[in-house]
């Protein structure tokens, strides 16, 4: 068998046909991928950052709290009057807390 130029260009031809083929699927199917992580990433309900909370124990002579008229509690550093604000079910579960304390200790 004789190879002849046409030949060759039949085969090349055909050969970038396939491949213009193959590069146009793989094309869409970034784009498709590269569209979905877009639309997922625009849809996703934005997360509040949350500072790490320092794991120092707090007493008395160093902090106040008190309870807003939202019923949160406030802790205030004496120091530097800086606060920290918790909800309101956390103030009223340590306010039961202690009044029970302090309800126990009058009746013994």
Known sequence: MKITLEMIKEKSKMF???AIKVA???FTFIVGMTAHYIYTEMKKPETPEFSVM???VKTLKNTSIAINERDELLVVNR???TYEIYQDSVG???FNLYAGKIYSSQNQ
Do not use: N, Y
């Open 16 to 18: 970038f046909q396939s």
């Open 24 to 26: 146009i699927i793989v």
């Open 54 to 56: 320092s794991k120092e």
């Open 79 to 81: 120091a530097d009057g």
């Open 92 to 94: 009223r579960a340590i």
